[in-house]
């Protein structure tokens, strides 16, 4: 069964280094997503993508992030100079069609320090 | 803004219990409402969905109706087992600008004990 998958699992890095987390979505879906779980708190729409820009972005996707699809397989999330409070379970989605079902990865821990 | 409230957790119940998980809404027009599993170390995977007032969404012996009119999608199972241990979390659609965003509940953490 197609299933998108999230590299790396566990990320630990330095309060203002940079961090590409990274995605392979669904091999024919459209729409990528991410969502970050900080510990104990809900689930959050970061980016949504589509035809290779932003669709839309929430207000914490502020300058520090920035997405990329580099090539035909992966999406990518760059946070610039990471925070304490960046750290968070970070979920990568695909879809298929604007409408239908969001297809989630296991996500990556990201741990600043 | 639009908004999901689940029930608080830790839920712990015996194998074969009936299981509800409370979730309310509130939002404008007229969203989809889903329930997504979070099995322990795993990602987010999409347990039953309903698009519509009234639609029931079923899955592995959970079901969930839309009500509008009290604005809530309950997650019910009639006996549940110890691997439904995991955290469910109820979220609706939101249109949004362009591509379809969850909106998420807290999540609810639920253990089984046999």
């Known amino acids: 069964e197609p299933e998108v998958t999230q590299t790396p699992s566990h990320q630990v890095t330095q309060m203002g280094q940079e961090v590409i987390l990274r995605c392979v979505p669904i091999?024919?879906?459209?729409?990528f997503y991410w969502y970050r779980q900080i510990l104990g708190q809900k689930v959050e729409f970061l980016v949504s993508?589509?035809?290779?820009?932003?669709?839309?972005k929430s207000e914490i996707f502020d300058d520090q992030f920035s997405v990329e699809r580099p090539d035909g397989s992966n999406f990518t999330l760059k946070i610039r100079s990471t925070k304490l409070e960046d750290s968070a379970m970070y979920f990568c989605?695909?879809?298929?069609?604007?409408?239908?079902?969001?297809?989630f990865g296991q996500g990556t821990r990201l741990t600043v320090v | 803004g639009n908004s999901v409230t689940q029930m608080e957790g830790p839920v712990t119940l015996s194998e074969e219990a009936f299981l509800t998980i409370n979730c309310t809404y509130t939002?404008?027009?007229?969203?989809?409402l889903f329930w997504y599993v979070q099995y322990p170390g795993e990602g987010l995977q999409l347990l039953l969905k309903?698009?519509?007032?009234?639609d029931k969404g079923s899955n592995k012996g959970f079901e969930a109706t839309y009500r509008k009119e009290t604005t809530s999608f309950h997650l019910e199972k009639g006996s549940v087992q110890v691997s439904d241990s995991a955290v469910y979390f109820c979220?609706?659609?939101?249109?949004?600008?362009?591509?379809?965003?969850?909106?998420f509940g807290q999540g609810t953490r639920l253990t089984i004990n046999p």
């Open positions: 989605a695909s879809s298929e069609l604007m409408n239908t079902e969001a297809f």
């Open positions: 091999s024919n879906h459209l729409y």
């Open positions: 993508f589509y035809n290779n820009e932003i669709s839309e």
């Open positions: 939002a404008t027009g007229y969203p989809s």
């Open positions: 309903a698009t519509k007032a009234d």
């Open positions: 979220a609706l659609s939101d249109r949004g600008q362009g591509a379809q965003k969850l909106v």
